[in-house]
């Protein structure tokens, strides 16, 4: 039997949040095994009680459907056109995409889709690396790539936190293209307040959230794709969630690997996912919309 995400009880139709999977890793290189993150997701979330204290809303109460795993393919090119069906047909839909990969390379479709349905959509990422390479090992829609096909092809309302890992290039790239970029750093540093407090005047809009799992200190999370040192505290990344709820349009968590977890990082993944779901909807029964 497959094992849906806690409180993901509605069906299709009624659903304001539809969760998939997707179970692909064929790029990854360093650590392979994201593609059991989705189920691993699912099982944690079974952890946690569906009510949620901080947010005062009961997930049991919100309409949430878990649509399984969605198909992939041998190559990334072909699974990104597979999933690129199934995105648009929640957004247009009215839908808010959950995403749980997988590798990082599965998150442009979304965007593409929420980009297609909100031409304002502005794009916040966490992410301990810049992803903004022009191709990575031959392939130009690597895990390591992805960002720059956002930035370049979907929006520049584009915004990173948490970053602290890049070449040279990407670095140059980031620095000549004015993009917005709070490093982890910074975060520890000035705190995040300072990040969302800028962040506010620059992203009034519909907003997509991708947040890649080695943004987290390896403390917090460690079975990741690529690992690195000095990350973000957890509840760094729940106070962006909280504070941008209103204008999340999607969402996705991706680059856990469960065969190097001792159990915390699906755990951390599951509440975060949690946590976007109870603020957003929260948010939503506050009757002044932003947009
Ligand atoms: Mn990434
Ligand atoms: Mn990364």
Known sequence: MRTVFAGADSDYRNARYVISGVPFDATSRLRKGS??????????SYNFETYSHLFDID???IDIHDAGDLEVAQ?????????SFHARKYVDGGKIPVMLGGEHSITLPFVQACKNKYPELGFIVFDAHLDMRKEYQGEMNSHACV???????VTKKFVFIGTRSGTREEYEFVRENGIKMFSSEEVLSAGIEAAVAEIREYLACPIYLSIDMDVMDPAYASAVGTPQPYGLMPRDVRDVISCFAPYFVGFDLVEITPSYDSGGTALLGAKLVMDFIAASARASQVPAQPF
């Open 59 to 61: 997930l049991l109460d």
């Open 75 to 83: 190559t990334v090119d072909e699974t990104l056109s597979l999933i």
């Open 35 to 44: 593609s059991a993150a989705p189920h691993e997701i699912r099982k944690n």
């Open 147 to 153: 960002l720059r096909h956002v930035f370049e092809n």
